[in-house]
Nanobody
Framework: QVQLVESGGGLVQAGGSLRLSCAAS????????MAWFRQAPGKEREFVAL????????SYADSVGGRFTISRDNAKNTGYLQLNSLKPEDTAVYYC?????????????????WGQGTQVTVSS
């Protein structure tokens, strides 16, 4: 059973930056693809970014491409999401998720393990 714990969220002004972390335990982190999703109040959960097991392949939602960077440190069992040039519309609870499938994509249903989320609030 894999446990995921996100951290690093907070309140930031528009244009600012945050770095989210996702600490994994109870499994072999390097065996998992990892993704970040977010859910804003009153909206459906949406895909943000994903990274394959080795870290050599990444993919981003159009809304965050060029501003957010996903990465991972398999030796530390930790994944990251660097958020730059934040906008008020980035305000949401951010969740990390992992999957054993090599075919994991942008659908939430591709991921079997989820963290509890961390709140990111961007003020204008």
């Amino acid at each position: 059973q894999v446990q995921l714990v996100e951290s690093g969220g907070g309140l930031v002004q528009a244009g600012g930056s945050l770095r989210l972390s996702c600490a994994a335990s109870g499994g072999t982190f390097s065996s998992y693809a990892m993704a970040w999703f977010r859910q804003a109040p009153g909206k459906e959960r949406e895909f943000v970014a994903l990274i394959r097991r080795s870290g050599t392949y990444t993919s981003y939602a159009d809304s965050v491409g060029g501003r957010f960077t996903i990465s991972r440190d398999n030796a530390k069992n930790t994944g990251y999401l660097q958020l730059n040039s934040l906008k008020p519309e980035d305000t949401a609870v951010y969740y990390c998720a992992v999957s054993l499938s090599v075919l994991s994509g942008r659908r939430g249903s591709d991921y079997g393990y989820w963290g509890q989320g961390t709140q990111v609030t961007v003020s204008s």
